[in-house]
């Protein structure tokens, strides 16, 4: 296995050989619904055991959905909601990175992406996603691996939204999304593999 795409929903829905088979052998080991924490449970079996090459990981979209019981008028979720679940999604992805490190699994992370208006709370779910996208970020620097920002790539102008054109559902990208997404992670794939 060359490389071994590890996520949720937006993963389990692009075929890596479109858009990375000059790469070699791409895995898809991306499942509906998971949440961070959930892909830490089954990083072993699905990443380890495999020996990629290299692993690019992308979650944290869904462990936004638990917010959204708390929100309030304002559309704000509960401070205290969303202070424990940002700590949920740091400690999965530190115990991910920990265990890579120690069995020598090269690591490339990608940013959460943003939603659309079509999403329920959107505008609460794109300002936890940046917060997200800050932990992950923060961790890319702390373990050395690199950071794969889709978010920069396809957010509007307000630096939130996703741009209009590259998503049916306001939430998973269709094919000009995933383009966009590869012009971003090639290169990132181009240097792993240099």
Known sequence: VDICFFGDSITYLMEPSVYYKKFGNCINRGICGDSVHIMNKRFEADVLQLKPRVCVMMGGINNTWCLDETVDENGNPSEE?????????????IDILERAKEQGQKMILCSVMPVTHQIAHADMRNKVV?????????????????????????????????????????????????????????????????
């Not at 909601?81 to 992805?93: G, I, M, P, S």
């Open 130 to 194: 940046l917060k997200i996208n800050a932990i992950i970020k923060e961790l890319c620097k702390k373990y050395n691996i690199p950071y794969v920002d889709y978010h920069s790539a396809i957010a509007c102008s307000d630096g939130l939204t996703l741009k209009d054109g590259l998503s049916d559902d306001g939430l998973h990208p269709h094919y000009k999304g995933y383009i966009e997404m590869a012009k971003v992670l090639t290169p990132v794939l181009e240097e792993a593999f240099a």
């Open 81 to 93: 909601r969303l202070n424990t679940e940002l700590q949920v999604v740091k400690n999965a992805y």
